[in-house]
């Protein structure tokens, strides 16, 4: 869990361009949201620093005062990545969380591709792989596997840049690799030599 920022922190977080989340505040403020996974300094000249799609989250993520406050907020968002006990949040509010990651993502990708493509993963996801195949499934609409109730996995792999997409049934598998290939991810689907069961490998496309 990540402590949730600082007053100073959260006051240059609320004060980022509403659009493109670009930052203003001293070089230790911007350089501490960036060690905290909040912001992004772009490698471009004038090299500004942006929310990243968690700083995203906290900038939308309303304070409580800390008496009204059970646990103090962490304001970072996390895609259902299934294989929990608990049913998974399908609610309106979830539906817009994800939504606002999505989005959040998209804008990252523009800032930060060399090109500004949208259309295939950033630096971002490539670091965090498990947590962006998941936002993708999410935001397209694909239920996880959770609380007793089929759905996708999605777990780590040994290989580089790889991440591997588990569902009931092959209707559902094919389903999760259109959508991954949609967002950008290089698709193939395997059998587990145990098991014979078939899951996808999936990969941030870099081109």
């Given at each position: 869990?990540?402590?949730?920022?600082?007053?100073?922190?959260?006051?240059?977080?609320?004060?980022?361009?509403?659009?493109?989340?670009?930052?203003?505040?001293?070089?230790?403020?911007l350089?501490?949201?960036?060690?905290?996974?909040?912001?992004?300094?772009?490698?471009?000249?004038?090299?500004d620093?942006?929310?990243?799609?968690?700083?995203?989250?906290?900038?939308?993520?309303?304070?409580?005062?800390?008496?009204?406050a059970?646990?103090?907020?962490?304001?970072?968002?996390?895609?259902?990545?299934?294989?929990?006990?608990?049913?998974?949040?399908?609610?309106?509010?979830?539906?817009?969380?994800?939504?606002?990651?999505?989005?959040?993502?998209?804008?990252?990708?523009?800032?930060?591709?060399?090109?500004?493509?949208?259309?295939?993963?950033?630096?971002?996801?490539?670091?965090?792989?498990?947590?962006?195949?998941?936002?993708?499934?999410?935001?397209?609409?694909?239920?996880p596997?959770?609380?007793?109730?089929?759905?996708?996995?999605?777990?780590?792999?040994?290989?580089p840049?790889?991440?591997?997409?588990?569902?009931?049934d092959?209707?559902?598998?094919g389903?999760?690799?259109?959508?991954?290939?949609?967002a950008?991810?290089?698709?193939?689907?395997?059998?587990?030599?145990?098991?014979?069961?078939?899951?996808?490998l999936?990969?941030?496309?870099?081109?």
């Open positions: 869990m990540t402590r949730p920022p600082t007053a100073a922190q959260r006051r240059v977080i609320d004060a980022a361009d509403p659009v493109t989340g670009r930052l203003r505040g001293t070089e230790a403020q350089d501490a949201l960036v060690k905290r996974g909040l912001a992004f300094r772009h490698p471009r000249p004038p090299h620093h942006f929310l990243t799609p968690v700083g995203h989250r906290v900038r939308e993520t309303v304070e409580e005062k800390p008496e009204q059970a646990d103090p907020p962490t304001g970072v968002f996390a895609a259902h990545i299934g294989g929990t006990q608990e049913a998974a949040d399908a609610g309106p509010a979830r539906v817009r969380e994800v939504h606002s990651a999505w989005q959040g993502l998209l804008e990252l990708r523009r800032m930060t591709n060399p090109d500004g493509a949208t259309d295939r993963p950033c630096g971002w996801e490539r670091a965090h792989l498990v947590q962006a195949a998941a936002l993708a499934l999410e935001a397209a609409g694909h239920r596997e959770a609380g007793g109730s089929p759905g996708y996995r999605v777990r780590a792999t040994p290989q840049e790889a991440v591997a997409v588990h569902a009931p092959g209707e559902t598998l389903a999760c690799a259109i959508t991954l290939e949609g950008g991810w290089q698709v193939g689907e395997y059998t587990q030599p145990r098991t014979r069961a078939r899951y996808l999936a990969s941030p496309r870099r081109v």
